[in-house]
């Protein structure tokens, strides 16, 4: 009996289906992502097989032995930013497996329109990882992957003999490893994908993920859920101004001095936010299903409440200073801004914690 093709042996035959302005459209879009300075330094961490301190403590609490701190991994061995570009400059399309059904929809959209653009973003962050899922698979580097597994085993047995030190740390099942997408055991490609989502937060600013609607199959607007330290838990969205940049860059020819429009890093600007438990859980927002794990019971009032995750906290704070003035006699808060402030706080979800908690 014939074996059946490979994913990625599908792939050409997949891209066969999209018109020459489609395809040229998502080439050029791909390639203009791995022409990046940050896209290049992103898969040449997982080529050479630990990311750096830097990128390390940008996600994740610090933990004194960890082989990126034992190592001192401050930057990326010798060589692997090259190999990271002579992969981009031998990439073809068609080597990446993407889904039947995500190139279908892309199809079926008019080049140009908001529908265009949200699925020309999903096969993009699709792209995103899934090279980066393929170049960990690769574990070729100057650190393979038994570094890190050999240590991790090794917290497990510490924890598992009482250890207080690991009492309540979990560690990722890979060095590469965005906080809450760690379920290898219900990823396609397993650890390769835990790898895959890393890659795409450190380029794009976090999982992209959409608003599928009813039928779960939609993708009526884009959210970004990053793994910054220092950064909001939240899901969040580009702003209009940061999405248009992004669709631009995405569609125009590349150009060495043209402004990288990512990673978007959610800021105040960016509203309004959900609680990737409602998200996932009540509101049809995400990727694929299998990607995340939702625990048993949904956030109690009060867990995730700061202006980093909610901005309109701030603005709460700012409406009820309006009338106060200081011992100068200056009011706190003018006019100007606490019309603004009245404005920014109606862009909420019923995630939030100042929607009324019974229609959460």
Not at 170 to 193: L, N, S, T, V, W
Not at 241 to 249: D, P, S, T, W
Not at 279 to 299: G, M, Q, S, T, V
Request: hydrophobic content about 35%; proline content about 9%.
């Amino acid at each position: 009996m014939a074996s059946s093709p490979s994913p990625a042996s599908q792939c050409p035959a997949i891209l066969g289906l999209l018109g020459k302005e489609h395809r040229n459209m998502l080439e050029r879009a791909v390639r203009n992502v791995l022409s990046t300075e940050v896209a290049e330094l992103v898969y040449a961490q997982i080529l050479d097989g630990l990311p750096t301190e830097k990128s390390l403590r940008d996600s994740s609490d610090y933990v004194k032995d960890h082989p990126v701190h034992s190592l001192q991994h401050a930057e990326i061995c010798p060589g692997y930013v090259d190999k990271a570009r002579e992969f981009r400059n031998q990439f073809d399309l068609s080597q990446l497996p993407l889904d039947f059904k995500t190139i279908k929809a892309f199809l079926d959209t008019v080049p140009g329109s908001e529908t265009s653009s949200l699925r020309l973003m999903e096969v993009v962050a699709v792209a995103c990882h899934q090279i980066g899922a393929y170049l960990f698979n690769l574990d070729d580097g100057a650190h393979k992957h038994k570094v890190y597994e050999d240590w991790r085993q090794s917290v497990l047995e510490e924890k598992e003999l009482g250890v207080e030190s690991r009492r309540y740390y979990d560690p990722p099942p890979i060095a590469f490893c965005h906080r809450a997408y760690r379920y290898p055991e219900q990823y396609p490609k397993g650890m390769a994908d835990v790898a895959g989502y890393w890659a795409e937060s450190k380029i794009l600013g976090g999982v992209v993920v959409f608003d599928r609607g009813e039928t779960e199959q939609e993708c009526n607007a884009m959210w970004i859920h990053g793994d910054l330290i220092r950064g909001p838990r939240t899901l969040y969205p580009p702003t209009q101004e940061q999405f248009g940049a992004l669709i631009k860059f995405l569609t125009t020819p590349f150009e060495e001095n043209s402004t990288c429009p990512f990673p978007i890093h959610g800021a105040s600007v960016n509203r309004p936010r959900w609680h990737p438990y409602h998200a996932f859980a009540y509101y049809h927002i995400f990727r694929d299903k299998y990607e995340r794990r939702l625990p048993p019971n949904p956030p109690q009032p009060g867990c995730v409440e700061d202006g980093m995750d909610w901005p309109e906290l701030d603005d709460r704070r700012l409406l009820l200073l309006g009338g106060f003035s200081n011992p100068q006699g200056e009011p706190y808060v003018n006019d100007d801004e606490y019309a603004a402030a009245t404005e920014r706080i109606k862009n909420i979800t019923p995630s939030s914690p100042l929607w009324r908690q019974s229609e959460i």
